[in-house]
């Protein structure tokens, strides 16, 4: 990842979580588990705005093998 961070790129996980009508612990573990990238600043954690608005849910359930 770039260096250069661009501030209106990365917002708040509180933001994000605004965005997408959830909770900030809901951002927090999306992040967690990597599925949204994030840079911590002078202690926040910020995540890409753009991640945020493109990201797709998972389908609910679990994943059917086709053997």
Sequence with gaps: MSTNLNPS???SQA??????GVSRQA????VHQKRIEAVEVGGHVLVRRKDVLNFARKKPGRHKSHE
């Excluded at 933001?15 to 997408?20: D, G, K, Q």
């Design 9 to 11: 790129e990365w917002i």
């Design 15 to 20: 933001e994000a979580a605004r965005l997408r």
């Design 27 to 30: 951002i927090g573990k999306l």
